[in-house]
């Protein structure tokens, strides 16, 4: 054989030479030795299979050195984490007065708050690590996985904390903290694995790093379903489960298509290349599947949404390049009808998975037949005038305006009949017989200006009895386009919530790595201010989804939104702000995330909070009033608490 040498360090002609060397004989330290002469036995085929040494591995990049740096330091927060998850925190000596309970349960409500917000971001980010790490170690963005996994180390720090002070407070309510704390460490635990397999020294086969993924997917549900967190459906969870693997059984089915094809194709370029293509589908819907293990406990976060999108998009992807190397090998019409075929089925098994994300993963209710009806009523009732003249079409529009109006009547006296308060019972039934008197008026309006298209009177007949149906549907509906809107006020205020507690733990997180003091300190402050206001939001969002019909529990969460916006503003420009001056890239990367999702938030916020206080506005009397009659019995029992000298002042009174 023959070696080629390259040196860097000097010019001149590359040296030959033989690696077939004559031996020379010297004598052993130990005296003479024998030795054997003879012949080579036969060459042999063999193979190895394993993972290769991590010394032969090529030396790790810059960007790889510095993600395990990150994956160190955050396997250390992690494990500190889980040391301090032994014990309970001690709660101060709490009265049974009003004030008391209600701050423990203000309490509990804001810990389970945070809590669920953190696991939606540590399952995110783990998510994002399985997506980010997928293709060529070449083509990986290190920074961002960086910025996946300091983003699950410092909210699981986060997270420990609220989890001591819940599992005191369910201790002193009689629930089992003890379990709480169990679920907690598992989660810990499950992180740790996670964050081992994916140092990009890792020795480890990809398959290492899906499973111990799923099992952060699997404790971060456990650790939910002890706080009764759990706010998705466990049909929809199997359904999404079953969905995901659907896309993978079409995947293996495509799979089977190319790999005929790269069977009858002679240039074996063209069948590497349709091999890789099959292999990389295969790949890309198992990690789909991994994926939507990891995120199905919080699939209500849009930022586990997002990660479940992209893993789709990686499928669709591999898909297209299965189908276009495919095309390039053959011309068979048959071999390329049958990976179409196979392909069609993928791309339709993926839609049915979002569209199921889709659908049902906001927690909103389904588009009822309210929503749908209005909409028609006041569609048709425009194309009724712009079909003046035309008398067949008019007749059409009027049975089709019958049909929608007699399915709102209905959908407004079944309300009646299942609501409890029989004055708003009275409301709905007249509404309905407003509605029905309003449709009959426009029906009878329609058939004479269809009969007498060239009536002037006829037609201000029409425009008249048009206008009265739609301030009757409007009337009509008022109360559920109210309860739609307040709905989509707690989502939004759920979200900005959420958004601003990982603001907060970027924040913190990035306070190590931040070279200017006074940018950090700016951002602190706006920390703590925002920090205070997060219990009024999520009190406000708890408050309105236990009393759906309370005027002032929605118009606290009203008031409680308006307030949350410009200290949250002032978050998003601090952490701004912020992002040039850390050092650290994964830091930096994750500050900006999440300032950006803050904003994205609060802008959803305003504009959810504007549409229901004018939804809401004429509510406020009442709202005063009841106000007025809550705080006159909370002083009653204060009273009662003093003269039984059972008063005692909350934590951080005197």
Known sequence: STLLQQQFNQVGKVEHGSVALPAIMRSGAGGPENFQVGSMPQAQQQITSGQMHWGHMPPLTSAQQALTGTINSSMQAVNAAQANLDDFDALPPLGQDAAAKAWRKNKMDESKHEIHSQVDAITAGTASVV??????????????????????????TEMSRGVKLLAALMEDEGGNGRQLLHAAKNLAGAVSELLKTAQPASAEPRQVLLQAAGNVGQTSGELLQQIGECDTDPRFQDMLMQLAKAVASAAAALVLKAKNVAERTDDPVQQAQVIAAATQCALSTSQLVACTKVVAPTISSPVCQQQLLEAGKQVAKSVEGCVESSKEATSDPELLKAVGGAAAAVTQALNDLLQHIKNNASGAPPTGRYDQATDTILNVTENIFSSMGDAGEMVRQARILAQATSDLVGAIKADAEQESDLENSRKLLSAAKLLADATARMVEAAKGAAAHPDSEEQQQKLREAAEGLRMATNAAAQNAIKKKLVHKLEQAAKQAAASATQT?????NAASSNKNPAAQQQLVQSCKVVADQIPMLVQGVRGSQSQP??????????????????????????????????????????????????????????????????????????SALNLIRSLEQDLQEAKAAAREQKLQPLPGET
């Open 131 to 156: 997506n980010l790490t997928a293709g060529d170690p070449a083509d990986t963005d290190y920074t961002a996985v960086g910025c996946a996994v300091t983003t699950i180390s410092s909210n699981l």
């Open 504 to 508: 907060i733990a970027a924040a913190q």
């Open 549 to 622: 019909d309370s005027p002032s529990a929605q118009l606290s969460l009203i008031s409680a939104s308006q307030n949350f916006l410009q200290p949250g503003g002032k978050l998003v420009a601090s952490g701004k702000a912020a992002v040039p001056t850390v050092s650290d890239p994964a830091s930096a990367m994750q500050l900006g995330q999440c300032t950006k999702n803050l904003a994205t938030a609060l802008a959803e916020l305003r504009t959810a909070a504007q549409k229901a206080q004018e939804a809401c506005g004429p509510l406020e009397i009442d």
